[in-house]
């Protein structure tokens, strides 16, 4: 199957502070997306991206589709305490989501 | 709307035990689909659905069987569980398979003793 690989595994930030994450691939895809899970619950989608070099927002939230289409990143500004949970990267391709294996988050007040 | 719904929440079998998974959703979506979440993995796609009477199998496939006879329901079968199957279970759906909108229903966890 398609490896994904999230870095870094785990943060831990003080309250306040820009966060940034990675996906990479070896394959290519057709759309990245970026998802968060909070503990017991079901992933909740943040952005999706359908283009190579895609910039997009959502509030706090900023992502990029990379250029040669392996990979993607997520950017968190001014974090909070709610930011705290599970970030999943997904690619799409082929009628199939494959997900990274996760960057989980700690904001310390 | 209720969204995605799963049931059972937790479950517990034994080796060799069949049981079937039950996932519904509300909102007239055409794709759906099932993964399983192992600590460190990821989610992983078992089996998807673009619509009633479709079926394809994901990246892990091997001791799962599905079928989807109405667009709102999308239940995954173990036929005979093994401890390797021990995960927790994500039911998702979108509008069609050409939206990247997921919803993810809350997850059923399932032990295999």
């Known amino acids: 199957g398609q490896q994904l690989n999230q870095s870094p595994q785990s943060m831990f930030i003080q309250e306040g502070e820009d966060v940034s994450m990675n996906c990479t691939s070896s394959?290519?895809?057709?759309?990245w997306l970026w998802y968060k899970q909070d503990p017991g619950e079901g992933p909740v989608l943040l952005i999706a991206l359908y283009k190579a070099g895609e910039l997009t927002s959502n509030g706090r939230l900023t992502a990029q589709f990379g250029i040669t289409r392996k990979d993607s990143f997520l950017n968190i500004s001014a974090s909070i305490p709610s930011d705290v949970g599970i970030y999943f990267c997904?690619?799409?391709?082929?009628?199939?989501?494959?997900f990274g294996t996760g960057t989980s988050l700690t904001v310390i007040p | 709307n209720a969204g995605v719904t799963q049931t059972p929440k937790f479950q517990v079998l034994k080796t060799g035990q069949s049981m079937t998974l039950q996932c519904a959703q509300d909102m007239n979506h055409e794709y759906m689909s099932w993964y399983r979440q192992d600590p460190g993995m990821g989610l992983r796609l078992i089996h998807y659905?673009?619509?009633?009477?479709?079926?394809d199998q994901g990246e892990v496939p091997n001791g799962y069987n599905v079928s989807r006879s109405t667009t709102e329901d999308f239940p995954l079968r173990l036929l005979s569980a093994a401890p390797s199957q021990t995960s927790v279970y994500f039911c998702?759906?979108?509008?069609?398979?050409?939206?990247?909108?997921?919803?993810f229903g809350p997850g059923t966890r399932l032990t295999v003793t």
């Open positions: 997904a690619g799409h391709i082929s009628n199939q989501f494959y």
């Open positions: 998702a759906s979108s509008y069609s398979f050409y939206s990247y909108e997921q919803y």
């Open positions: 394959s290519i895809f057709n759309t």
């Open positions: 659905s673009v619509g009633a009477g479709i079926t």
